[in-house]
């Protein structure tokens, strides 16, 4: 064991014990500040990312496989309430997205009765074929956790939020979808969800043809109520 004061052959260690001294609690680097991270640059990527449509994907051109387990693998580290990790996808890719399409114009079509249209009908058919991959979102709900509804959705759509930015710093497109069979309870035991889980709709993804036009939003100020004393 080296003794403690020999601090100087370790500069990580000094540099943090020096930090500790000048600051109190409150004014310590942040995590992020140490991250290695560029700041503009995770600034840029969240503010850039938007949601493209099938529509405006290059026909025929597949994603790689590796690629959606890196998108997929970024959604596993999302926060989830004790960890429950609530989210399940079902990826549909070659082959696999027609069963998605006639599965879900199916459903569609036995389930939506007089209000049937025909060019939903066919959009359901059509949207699948027109992605490189689609994956289903699901929420699977932690039988042990006693978790609130509400939190094991929200802990999905953060794993959604990674998805969309990593999707965005791949320089591909997609968004998700809450359309088609998304809240048919029969639809469920087709994407290994039972009663107590949640269908929470799609994503769809592709390669970008079509840039979708820049965007705007509330100033984040009058979103924002700030307490200082
Ligand atoms: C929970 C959720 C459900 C959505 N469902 C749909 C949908 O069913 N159809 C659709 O066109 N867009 C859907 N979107 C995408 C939104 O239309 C899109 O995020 C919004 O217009 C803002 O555009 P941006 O994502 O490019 O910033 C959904 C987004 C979220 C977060």
């Given amino acids: 064991m080296e003794p403690d004061n020999l601090i100087a052959f370790h500069p990580e260690k000094f540099l943090n014990q020096v930090q ?9 680097m942040t995590s992020f500040e140490n991250s290695g991270l560029d700041k503009e640059q995770v600034n840029a990527l969240i503010r850039s990312r938007r949601s493209v449509f099938t529509n405006q994907f290059v026909p025929g051109r597949e994603i790689p496989d590796v690629w959606i387990w890196q ?14 990790q609530p989210w399940q996808f079902t990826v549909f890719a070659g082959a696999g997205r027609q069963r998605l399409a006639i599965f879900q114009a199916e459903l569609y079509k036995q389930k939506s009765g007089d209000k049937f249209k025909q060019d939903k009908y066919q ?12 994956l289903a979102i699901g929420m699977k709900r932690s039988l ?14 953060c794993a959604v939020q990674n998805i969309y930015l990593g999707v965005t710093a791949f320089g591909l497109g997609g968004y998700w979808s809450t359309g088609g069979v998304t809240y048919y309870e029969e639809a469920k035991p087709f994407f290994g969800l039972e009663e107590q889980d949640k269908l929470l709709g799609f994503f769809y993804l592709g390669f970008v043809q079509i840039p979708s036009p820049k965007t705007s939003r509330i100033p984040i100020s009058e979103k924002t109520r700030w307490v200082g004393e």
């Fill in 71 to 84: 998108l997929l693998e970024n959604a596993r580290w999302a926060p989830s309430h004790k960890l429950t």
């Fill in 144 to 157: 042990t956790a006693n978790i609130p509804e509400v939190e094991e959705v929200a802990a999905v759509a």
């Fill in 20 to 28: 500790n001294h000048l600051f109190p609690n409150s004014m310590r």
């Fill in 123 to 134: 959009k359901l058919l059509r949207t699948p074929l027109e992605s490189s991959h689609v």
